[in-house]
């Protein structure tokens, strides 16, 4: 984007840094249940601005941070990279401006959120760490509380519901 | 963000010419090199409404800075009013 923006006529610097804002606006509208920022991109930086059908579109999420909070604790929820452990997982593979050259993974388990660096793997090789896809048991209203926060902001979600059995 | 908008303002980045640690140090404590005295002075909208921008996003302490949310609807609004400007321009 470097190259691109010395070749800008100065009246559209203006659009391209209301782009920049707008993702990265909706980028931290993925928020808790108390309209808190959830998630943090962690290196905003010019490149990571891909210019795609006339619009700067944000990109490169592996390096986002969860600062989501635990409900009942109030503690921070911590980052797992790998295996969740728990009975129940919930995978959900956010495309911000339908990108995902690198995902950030978000798993919600009880009251916890916890994200996973992708590092360029694709949805299918990211599932291959959750085997046994069966029946929704719980975790629920927490999805439906995330699904309502990513309601008004211009993500593609596309979920996959992973349940392991004791 | 604000690194953005400085190099959009300026075609500059902030902090070329130093060395890494010193750089560093600047960013953590929000320290912006000057602008050039053209741009410093500049009442041209956008200019303006870059520097507001940069304003917003790099103050030192968290709780002094404007959200995402709140840059954008800034510089949408900001930038709604250059385009009826300028369509008015066109026009006349």
């Known amino acids: 984007m470097d190259d691109v923006y010395k070749m800008l006529p100065r009246n559209e610097r203006l659009h391209v840094a ?4 707008h993702g990265l606006h909706d980028f931290h509208s993925l928020q808790d249940e108390k309209g808190r920022t959830a998630v943090i991109h962690s290196d905003i930086a010019v490149r990571q601005f891909l210019k795609i059908n006339g619009r700067f579109q944000l990109n490169d999420f592996n390096t986002a941070k969860l600062i989501y909070q635990n409900s009942e604790t109030g503690d921070l929820c911590p980052q797992y990279v790998g295996k969740a452990k728990d009975k129940v997982s ?10 995902l050259s690198h995902g950030l993974l978000i798993i919600i388990i009880n009251n916890n959120m916890f994200g996973t660096r992708t590092k360029n793997r694709s949805p299918e090789e990211m599932l291959q760490d959750h085997n046994e896809v069966t029946e929704m048991i719980d975790g629920k209203l ?25 | ?25 600047k960013i953590k404590r929000k320290q912006l090199p000057p602008l050039n005295s053209y741009l410093e002075a500049s009442n041209f909208g956008i200019h303006v409404a870059l520097k507001n921008a940069i304003a ?3 103050q030192r ?16 609004k900001e930038l709604s009013k250059h385009e009826e400007n300028t369509r008015g321009t066109n026009f006349n």
């Open chain 1, 142 to 166: 927490h999805l439906e509380a995330f699904f309502r926060a990513l309601g008004s902001i211009e993500l593609t979600v596309r979920v996959l519901v992973n349940f392991e059995k004791n």
């Open chain 1, 90 to 99: 919930v995978l959900i593979i956010v495309r911000v401006h339908n990108l």
């Open chain 2, 61 to 76: 302490y968290p709780q002094e800075r404007k959200s995402a949310k709140e840059v954008y609807e800034y510089l949408a």
């Open chain 1, 18 to 21: 209301t782009e920049v804002a």
């Open chain 2, 1 to 25: 963000m604000g690194n953005i908008f400085y190099k959009l303002l300026t075609n500059e980045r902030k902090y070329n010419d130093l060395p890494l640690k010193v750089a560093q140090e």
């Open chain 2, 56 to 58: 917003m996003t790099l």
